[in-house]
T-cell receptor, first 116, second 112 residues
Framework: DTGVSQDPRHKITKRGQNVTFRCDPI?????LYWYRQTLGQGPEFLTY????????KSRLLSDRFSAERPKGSFSTLEIQRTEQGDSAMYLC??????????????FGPGTRLTVL | GNSVTQMEGPVTLSEEAFLTINCTYT??????LFWYVQYPGEGLQLLLK?????DKGSNKGFEATYRKETTSFHLEKGSVQVSDSAVYFC???????????FGPGTRLSVLP
């Protein structure tokens, strides 16, 4: 088990460009979450999937953001027409929902996005 | 709504000092509570958790007790080391399978 991985680790782009990030969860984890973390703040929830279904989206997730998890394994987060305010660390987490115990979320290293 | 408040940092301690990082929460229902740690340049790592009132989570010498009456989950360690220097995040999960709500984090610096 190699943990949650994210790619790329760093992305620098110009304002107005589209970017796509990938997250590979821990194998067999059925839940996958995306968070955004800005400097000096805690992570803020963006969206989550159970298997391939996107079950919840935060109001932070504007219509320029889209996330997919097509086969219930890896996920992608795309930001269209990037703005400087999108500069942040984008974190992915996964968990295994089984029974009624708390499903602890395990985080990846994040993708740091800088929009120039 | 659900929210987490942490003591403001940075917290600077000498090695072997006692550590307390305060965390209080507001939540509907009966949340689970977590402490995560983020070392420089790394992702968040689960440090400890507690799922119901009066539970004590512990790991690597750190402890925190779920206090429902004071809606608190303070992190403590009896003797900190330089390697404990990191940012510590308190978080709650309002219900099973729901997204986490994080506090703003508290930066800890431990000096030799």
């Amino acid at each position: 088990d190699t943990g949650v991985s994210q790619d790329p680790r760093h992305k620098i782009t110009k304002r107005g460009q589209n970017v796509t990030f990938r997250c590979d969860p821990i194998s067999e984890h059925n839940r996958l979450y995306w968070y955004r973390q800005t400097l000096g703040q805690g992570p803020e929830f963006l969206t989550y999937f159970q298997n391939e279904a996107q079950l919840e989206k935060s109001r932070l997730l504007s219509d320029r953001f889209s996330a997919e998890r097509p086969k219930g394994s890896f996920s992608t987060l795309e930001i269209q027409r990037t703005e400087q305010g999108d500069s942040a660390m984008y974190l992915c987490a996964s968990s295994l929902s089984a029974g009624v115990s708390t499903d602890t979320q395990y985080f990846g290293p994040g993708t740091r996005l800088t929009v120039l | 709504g659900n929210s987490v408040t942490q003591m403001e940092g940075p917290v600077t301690l000498s090695e072997e000092a006692f550590l307390t990082i305060n965390c209080t929460y507001t939540a509907t229902g009966y949340p689970s509570l977590f402490w995560y740690v983020q070392y420089p340049g790394e992702g968040l790592q689960l440090l400890l958790k507690a799922t119901k009132a009066d539970d004590k989570g512990s790991n690597k010498g750190f402890e925190a007790t779920y206090r429902k009456e004071t809606t608190s989950f303070h992190l403590e360690k009896g003797s900190v080391q330089v390697s404990d220097s990191a940012v510590y995040f308190c978080a709650l999960q309002p219900g099973y399978g729901q997204n986490f709500v994080f506090g703003p984090g508290t930066r800890l610096s431990v000096l030799p």
